[in-house]
């Protein structure tokens, strides 16, 4: 079995940072893209970035230039470092991976639990 579990969200003034992690474990042969998802209240969710297993990147169009995804391969972590926060990034932000399991050796979406970010006006 494979699983995920992020760290790092919380309560934070406009104009402040967090800074998310996920980390995977268990049954992991290989992992390609790592990336996240947001939701908020009465939207659907939506990718903010992701990263490719070489290292390119990928950022939503409303997170360019505030967020930054990352990744340690060695630790299977993706990191979200998200600055000049605005309330309207308020969300639920998930984590996924594609990960080839060594149980099944089939390549496979995972999702972390979520975890919630909140921005105050």
């Known amino acids: 079995q494979v699983q995920l579990v992020e760290s790092g969200g919380g309560l934070v003034q406009a104009g402040g940072s967090l800074r998310l992690s996920c980390t995977a474990s268990?049954?992991?042969?290989?992992?390609?893209?790592m990336g996240w998802y947001r939701q908020a209240p009465g939207k659907q969710r939506e990718l903010v970035a992701s990263i490719t297993s070489t290292g390119t990147t990928t950022h939503a169009n409303s997170v360019k230039g505030r967020f930054t995804i990352s990744r340690d391969n060695a630790k299977n972590t993706v990191y979200l470092q998200m600055n000049s926060l605005k309330p309207e990034d308020t969300a639920v932000y998930y984590c996924?991976?594609?990960?080839?399991?060594?149980?099944?050796?089939?390549?496979?979406?995972?999702w972390g639990q979520g975890t919630q970010v909140t921005v105050s006006s």
């Open positions: 268990g049954s992991i042969f290989s992992i390609k893209d």
């Open positions: 996924y991976f594609i990960i080839l399991s060594s149980s099944t050796t089939t390549w496979s979406d995972y």
